[in-house]
């Protein structure tokens, strides 16, 4: 390239460059790119449509840049002939910039020479790459007026991507100083076609690059907001293609939950923003950093409940959530799912809870608009319960009206929500029972208790959040029917993550009453063990839907299908009855004064395992159990066991025993029936078939000391007897066992162990280090093949 000659530094515009990116309005640049129609041939393509076929051919990809190093040298259009000598190739002075791309202009880290303004882009006239014989390698030309700047990278791949990425952000900026001042919404739609195309051809590949146009779009709705409908449809269809691997920005969200409560049955909330919602609920990690969106899907899946089909729809997309497999693919979906049903459910109660504890609403939590100063005083309300009516004088049931309540004495976090609880301890509370510490918090079902001479509680929904609410609870009813998803479903929901509101009124706990079937009748204990509290001194739903829990609309058949499948797993131990005999007695014994063959076992349990001390407690139970057939025959059978055990328990027999290969259980419970075995200290089970079955037999024999289970199908749920029942052992080998940390964690109670053999189990490190610490007298251990090894 030469500056001598009489053009000059006009060269610059004259010799051949990469296509002109400002040759076209602003308009006409996009649809100029639009292929060809099919057939016709002599279609001329525009200077765009040249270089977006460029970019598709080479497939180069480039990141946005934001700031860089580079050199930069301005030439001014030469007007004498002295400035042409000082414009040539010979004289030219090259600066060496860090250069930053802001939003409006073009910015150096060292503001002198070339570069001591910064140069705005609306200023660059034309931007282009040089290309010509003997041009500067690896230059950029930005014409601005009364000459040219340029910018001198290292190498091609650079060149390129401060190429695409200064023509990117001048064409933004253009384009948010177009559609900030609209003027006819015809023009406005074409612009943000234009930008979305522009946003899907670009080279560059980099997130702002979709986000961008987004954000510039949800800006332009929020300040015009009185749009039509067909307005809203027309632009939601145009910036569909960005929305297929982006999420919204809030302000779109807020735009879209408006359609979507505006317009329900439009066919964009189909076509368009099904694959939209799909997308959240498969990748979005966390809906506290973006609530909107979560308000998004909670609207969306709302809409298709308006649908002429409902309910139907809602559960197609459910199932297409999850897929057609066994299987869901995607783990976030139904967390996501679950946080959407509860933000729902808990937005129905918002009245109550706000007037009950006067705690900003979600709305306004979404919107930041509720300052402390505005804050309302607190008014002492008591929603649960309606306004007593006058008390009749001739019962004492209903507690006198005049008598003022409580200020709350505690608060509990329930769900994330601070709920203040009321609890009236004036001396006519006496119908219920008293807590066995004046100071301390009451449980959730304290709170909820109702008394029978009450009339109903006074929670009434408005219809529309009737409606959410049954949409919502039938949606969490759906992901209880799937296998894979109800351990983490039961997980989720084992903290009881509802306002008490929600646990107060009948028609929700009516319909989430279902979702407890399912995990009680799951026969894993993954699932099946949720239905306990989460930690001690904490309800449960096992709790809340036992007689006399708030949520219990039976004669207790869910309670008994409930223990039923607790005391069939690993939860038969003397913990888990202590736990019935204190609370749930009365329903056990009613239950089994009514045949119930499951409740009949737990009463037979608690005499076997003496749990009831009282002398007068165990006659009544004896009465409950003779009082039906079944229950005499467990009863009858119970004696027999324990003749046959204080017979076994006797002293004499011998004091080691070993088990022929391949014996079972059943041989096993015969020769320990055959005499007496009080004096046998070791017992030897190696390389049999026993399993954890055997462990009821093994509990009755008071003197053993060594016992060993190599190569037996002993697990956990013998563990876990054995360590409340064999406190003398001393001696356990359990090489080979398919026992795990869950029962291996239960031998920290038995401190006379002093030899502990877990060959080749699943034993971690964790649980082998909290083994030692726990297991003083532990001197002899083998954890070859193992985890801890």
């Known amino acids: 390239m030469d500056f001598n000659g009489s053009g000059g530094g006009n060269e610059l515009h004259n010799n051949q460059f990469y296509p002109s990116e400002e040759s076209k309005p602003l308009l006409g640049d996009i649809s100029t ?5 099919e057939g016709n041939n002599n279609h001329k393509a525009g200077p765009c449509s040249k270089r977006s076929l460029l970019h598709s051919s080479s497939g180069m990809r480039y990141k946005l840049l ?14 004498t002939f002295l400035s042409k000598i000082f414009t040539s190739k010979y004289l030219r002075r090259w600066e060496p910039h860090h250069l930053t791309l802001t939003d409006s202009s073009l910015v150096s880290a060292t503001p002198t020479g070339y570069m001591e303004a910064p140069l705005s882009y609306s200023t660059i006239e034309d931007l282009q790459l040089l290309s010509w014989d003997n041009a500067p390698k690896y230059c950029v030309q930005l014409s601005i007026p009364g000459g040219t700047v340029l910018l001198q990278a290292a190498n091609s791949y650079l060149r390129d991507q401060w190429f695409h990425s200064l023509q990117w952000k001048k064409k933004i900026y253009k384009y948010r100083k177009v559609l900030n001042n609209p003027s006819r919404w015809d023009v406005v739609l074409k612009e943000i076609r234009a930008l979305v195309d522009m946003a899907l051809i670009s080279p560059l590949q980099d997130e702002s690059i979709h986000q961008a146009p987004l954000h510039i779009i949800s800006t332009l709705l929020a300040e015009n907001t009185n749009l039509s409908a067909q307005d809203h449809e027309n632009i939601i269809v145009a910036i569909a293609p960005l929305l297929e691997n982006n999420h919204p920005p809030p302000d779109l969200c807020e735009f879209f939950c408006k359609h979507c409560r505006e317009r329900p049955r439009s066919m964009v909330v189909i076509e368009v923003f099904t694959p939209v919602v799909q997308r959240i609920l498969k990748h979005n990690m966390d809906f506290g950093k973006c609530p909107r969106l979560r308000l998004f899907t909670q609207e969306y899946i709302l809409a298709l409940n308006e649908l002429n089909a409902g309910m139907e729809v809602v559960k197609k997309f459910i199932h297409s959530m999850h897929g057609p497999t066994g299987q869901c693919p995607h783990p976030r979906v139904l967390p996501n799912l679950v946080a959407v049903c509860l933000a729902a459910i808990y937005s129905c109660y918002e009245e109550f809870i706000n007037s009950r504890d006067n705690s900003p609403s979600l709305k306004e939590i979404r919107n930041g608009c509720q300052q402390q100063s505005e804050r309302k005083p607190p008014m002492p309300l008591r929603l649960l319960r309606p306004e007593p009516p006058t008390p009749p004088t001739t019962t004492t049931l209903s507690p006198p009206p005049a008598l003022p309540l409580s200020p709350p004495p505690s608060i509990i976090n329930s769900s994330e929500i601070l709920v203040e609880l009321e609890r009236n301890n004036n001396t006519t ?8 510490e004046g100071d301390s918090e009451p449980n959730l079902i304290d709170c909820l208790l109702v008394s029978p001479a009450l009339n109903a509680l006074s929670i009434q929904l408005p219809a529309h959040a009737d409606r959410v609410l049954g949409c919502f609870a039938l949606i969490l009813k759906m992901l209880s029917d799937y296998d894979d998803w109800r351990p983490a479903l039961a997980s989720l929901l084992q903290p009881i993550p509802f306002p008490k509101e929600a646990l107060a009124h009948a028609k929700f706990t009516k319909e989430l009453k279902y979702v407890i079937q399912r995990f009680a009748e799951d026969p894993r204990q993954e699932v099946h063990s949720c239905l306990l509290s989460v930690r001690s001194g904490k309800d449960g739903w096992f709790q809340l839907y036992s007689p006399g829990g708030v949520a219990c609309d039976d004669d207790g058949e869910l309670f008994a299908s409930m223990v039923h499948i607790l005391m069939g797993s690993c939860y038969k131990t003397k913990k888990f009855l202590l736990s019935l005999a204190e609370n749930k007695l009365g329903p056990c014994m009613l239950l089994a004064l009514r045949g119930n063959q499951t409740m009949v076992e737990i009463l037979c349990l608690m005499l076997e395992y003496n749990i009831i001390e009282n002398k007068d407690t165990q006659l009544q139970i004896i009465s409950t159990l003779e009082s039906t057939q079944v229950g005499l025959r467990m009863y009858e059978q119970l004696c027999d066991r324990q003749r046959e055990l204080k017979e076994l328990q006797r002293k004499g027999g011998p004091t080691r025993l070993t088990l022929p290969s391949k014996s079972t259980d059943a041989d096993l419970a015969r020769l320990l029936s055959s ?40 697990g956990d749920a013998g563990l876990r007897l054995l360590s409340e029942h064999l406190a003398c052992l001393q001696v356990l080998n359990l090489c080979e066992t398919p026992v795990t940390d869950a ?17 080749s189990t699943k034993l971690t490190a964790d649980t082998y280090e909290d083994l030692k610490a726990k297991l003083p ?6 954890v070859r093949y193992t985890e801890a090894w």
Do not use: Y
């Open 675 to 714: 005499g007496s075995f009080g004096n046998l200290e070791n017992l030897s089970l190696a390389f049999t078939n026993v399993t954890s079955a055997c462990a009821e037999q093994l509990i009755k024999l008071p003197s053993l000391k060594q016992l060993n289970l190599w190569s037996t199908q002993f």
């Open 66 to 79: 934001q700031e860089g190093d580079i050199q930069v040298c301005v030439v001014k259009h030469p007007r």
């Open 429 to 436: 509370n006496t119908l219920h029972k008293a807590p066995p």
């Open 33 to 37: 790119q639009q292929p060809p129609p």
């Open 743 to 759: 029962g291996l964690l239960s031998l920290s109670s038995m401190k006379s162990l002093c030899s502990l053999n877990m060959n």
């Open 777 to 782: 007298n532990l001197k002899e251990v083998d």
